[in-house]
């Protein structure tokens, strides 16, 4: 799982970098072999000014499927990375369930028709 961070409109800090990737590591090396690449984006929408203006955006990038893409807005830039971090932990998990239980429900499916259409010697009389 790679981790790509960018930052827009001030100097990613090696404490904001470090706090980013041990919260993604944390929430979704469970999905290690489901997601490609996760990349955030930190930016602060109106500088100096001050305000709720501190975005995290996480984009977690599955291969032949549609990717799932967080945003949360606060004034704090550590909350916002809590907030979209946790909040991509779920929608990942419930991608990954829905995708694991379509192919259970596939195999379930086709089993019982590729059983039935061939027919059993047990079921013929002598």
């Known amino acids: 799982m790679r981790i790509e961070i960018q930052s827009r409109g001030f100097d990613l800090t090696d404490g904001l970098r470090e706090h980013t990737e041990r919260r993604l590591n944390f929430a979704l090396s469970w999905a290690v072999h489901d997601v490609s690449k996760i990349s955030v984006r930190l930016q602060d929408l109106n500088g100096p000014r001050g305000g709720e203006d501190k975005r995290c955006r996480v ?3 599955f291969p032949g ?3 799932v893409v967080i945003e949360d ?3 704090d830039l550590y909350v916002a990375i809590d907030r979209a971090v946790d909040r991509a932990e779920r929608s990942v998990a419930r991608r990954l369930g829905k995708r694991h239980e379509h192919r259970r429900d596939t195999f379930r499916s086709a089993a019982p028709e590729a059983c039935s259409d061939s027919g059993s010697a047990f079921d013929r009389e002598p």
């Open 65 to 67: 499927a549609r990717d």
């Open 59 to 61: 984009q977690v990038v």
């Open 73 to 75: 807005t606060e004034a």
